[in-house]
């Protein structure tokens, strides 16, 4: 079985802080990917980002950017620089290539609030 | 704007009652999956369809159906509807298996 876990529920920062929200997934999979979604206030779920279980790179995209460790099964997710306009739930998600199961197991989230 | 519409946004309900909740994929995708969202339970996988076929179920009621049409919209249906039930349902569709998947703005039912 695959599992998710956000140990942070929420975070408080003030405008410009770097934040880190953390990610620890479980699987017995290989091959598997992972995710970051957004949820504003609005209410909608938006896609950050999709990476394999076999590319290590981390990535950044403007202010955010993204910690893969395979040693620690961590997929760590950090906005330089936070804005108002960060404040949402972000959740982390995992999907693995299981018969016939392609969807994603969703961590419990972490709501981040930027102060300003 | 993801591309996946679901209709209704809001629907309000008595315990009991039955619902149907709509949804159309983004152009191009063929697998549809549906999600419930409650305070308690979190982002819970329900039921995956692809090009019309059941292709995965998660955590869903027996209460609850769903079906993928030939045009590849997805009706999601509740039944014997209970105040546990209320919570924010999302439908997503994505393109090929671990594609992200792309979320409708989700259907806020509540039951009283």
């Known amino acids: 079985a695959q599992k998710v876990t956000q140990a942070q529920t929420e975070i408080s920062v003030v405008e410009k802080e770097d934040v880190t929200l953390d990610c620890v997934y479980e699987t017995r999979d290989t091959t598997y990917y992972l995710f970051w979604y957004k949820q504003p206030p609005s209410g909608e779920l938006v896609f950050l980002i999709r990476?394999?279980?076999?590319?290590?790179q981390n990535e950044i995209s403007g202010r955010y950017s993204w910690n893969f460790q395979k040693s620690t099964s961590s997929f760590n997710f950090t906005i330089t620089a936070s804005q108002v306009v960060d404040s949402a739930v972000y959740f982390c998600a995992l999907s693995v290539m299981d018969t016939g199961r392609r969807a994603l197991t969703f961590g419990s989230g972490t709501r981040l609030q930027v102060q300003p | 704007d993801s591309g996946v519409t679901q209709t209704p946004k809001h629907l309000i309900t008595a315990t009991g009652q039955r619902v149907t909740l709509r949804c159309s994929p983004r152009s191009g995708d063929l697998s549809v999956y549906w999600y419930q969202q409650s305070l308690d339970q979190g982002l819970q996988f329900l039921i995956q369809?692809?090009?019309?076929?059941?292709?995965a179920k998660g955590n869903i009621l027996e209460r609850f159906s769903a079906q993928q049409f030939p045009d590849l919209h997805s009706e999601l249906n509740l039944s014997s509807l209970e105040l546990g039930d209320s919570a924010l349902y999302f439908c997503?569709?994505?393109?090929?298996?671990?594609?992200?998947?792309?979320f409708g703005n989700g259907t806020r039912l509540t039951v009283t």
């Open positions: 990476r394999n279980s076999f590319d290590e």
């Open positions: 997503a569709s994505s393109v090929v298996a671990n594609s992200p998947l792309h």
């Open positions: 369809y692809y090009n019309g076929e059941e292709r």
